[in-house]
């Protein structure tokens, strides 16, 4: 089993920044990649960013946030950021961690954390 934690969601205006955390605990070694995911009223959810926990550290990016937003980990503690920059409106949703987690790549699901924008 994997825990996830998400922090750092808040109102911002257009244009401004914020940076997301996920914090993980329990089968941590069992971790596969880390995505965040994001969910506005109406609409369906949406993958934005990924990152491998292997030593390639490879990363994917919707065309939707590519240029703007940066995932990135620290091992160490057991994070993966979400840095978004530039942000607009539509960049309003609840955003989820996702890990994707051993053989059978399971995946848990943080609890989520609200981001919006105003104009």
């Known amino acids: 089993q994997v825990h996830l934690v998400e922090s750092g969601g808040g109102s911002v205006q257009a244009g401004g920044s914020l940076r997301l955390s996920c914090i993980a605990s329990g089968n941590i070694l069992s971790i596969r990649a880390v995505a965040w995911f994001r969910q506005a009223p109406g609409k369906q959810r949406e993958l934005i960013a990924g990152?491998?926990?292997?030593?390639?550290?490879?990363?994917n990016y919707a065309d939707s946030v590519k240029g703007r937003f940066a995932i990135s980990r620290d091992n160490v503690k057991n994070a993966v950021y979400l840095q978004m920059s530039s942000l607009q409106p539509e960049d309003t949703a609840v955003y989820y961690c996702?890990?994707?987690?051993?053989?059978?790549?399971?995946?848990?699901w943080g609890q989520g954390t609200q981001v919006t924008v105003s104009s």
């Open positions: 996702v890990a994707v987690a051993g053989v059978e790549a399971h995946d848990f």
């Open positions: 990152i491998t926990t292997d030593t390639d550290n490879r990363t």
